[in-house]
T-cell receptor, first 110, second 116 residues
Framework: DAKTTQPNSMESNEEEPVHLPCNHS???????IHWYRQLPSQGPEYVIH???SNVNNRMASLAIAEDRKSSTLILHRATLRDAAVYYC???????????FGTGTRLQVFP | GAVVSQHPSRVICKSGTSVKIECRSL??????MFWYRQFPKQSLMLMAT?????????EQGVEKDKFLINHASLTLSTLTVTSAHPEDSSFYIC????????????FGPGTRLTVL
């Protein structure tokens, strides 16, 4: 399974944008980039995913580097409810398996 | 949105007993369900992949005789922890996907198992 590297933790102030980086230098051409987040004592929640092009949805934006070796999850205006562990996961197109790494713990301060 | 439930949310049992955890997809049919385990301050570890009507596929290092998985219908999968011991105490989480290669997995809220 292709590996991702994320910072252990990041901090943000409320209502500021947050850029969560993810490196995946061994990504293959068929790997999708998924982002999930996990709030304390809850199951993970889908955030966004993409293959090559940048993606936007109501929760966040995903910016994918041209060589696909890195990506950035963008939360446009952080709220206290966005405090969670964010996981960047690579998953081939023909499988449902998600192998979670250590993720980035995001703290949001009022 | 798609909702996945788990029951029970918390369970405490004595060492040596077996515990069954249910995972249900409430408003969709789940082709595939997954079971994860998460120890405190650690990431999720995939235990097994479960397809309706067939045997589960276990990840390397996960004992299939200890963690029995039954995927009886397209909306229900169960995980039974047999002869539980204190080291099996963990947060067990299931997820479900609508189809193979689906874009999204929907996760349950988790079950906190404590073995005394």
């Amino acid at each position: 399974d292709a590996k991702t590297t994320q910072p252990n933790s990041m901090e943000s102030n409320e209502e500021e944008p947050v850029h969560l980086p993810c490196n995946h230098s061994t990504i293959s051409g068929t790997d999708y980039i998924h982002w999930y987040r996990q709030l304390p004592s809850q199951g993970p929640e889908y955030v966004i995913h993409g293959l090559t092009s940048n993606v936007n949805n109501r929760m966040a934006s995903l910016a994918i580097a041209e060589d696909r070796k890195s990506s950035t999850l963008i939360l446009h205006r952080a709220t206290l409810r966005d405090a969670a562990v964010y996981y960047c996961i690579l998953s081939p197109y023909n499988t449902d398996k998600l192998i979670f790494g250590t993720g980035t713990r995001l703290q949001v301060f009022p | 949105g798609a909702v996945v439930s788990q029951h029970p949310s918390r369970v405490i049992c004595k060492s040596g007993t077996s515990v069954k955890i249910e995972c249900r997809s409430l408003d969709f049919q789940a082709t595939t369900m997954f079971w994860y385990r998460q120890f405190p301050k650690q990431s999720l570890m995939l235990m097994a992949t479960s397809n309706e009507g067939s045997k589960a596929t276990y990840e390397q290092g996960v004992e299939k005789d200890k963690f029995l998985i039954n995927h009886a219908s397209l909306t229900l999968s169960t995980l039974t922890v047999t002869s539980a011991h204190p080291e099996d105490s963990s947060f067990y989480i299931c997820s479900a996907s609508r189809a193979i290669g689906a874009d999204t997995q929907y996760f349950g809220p988790g079950t906190r198992l404590t073995v005394l």
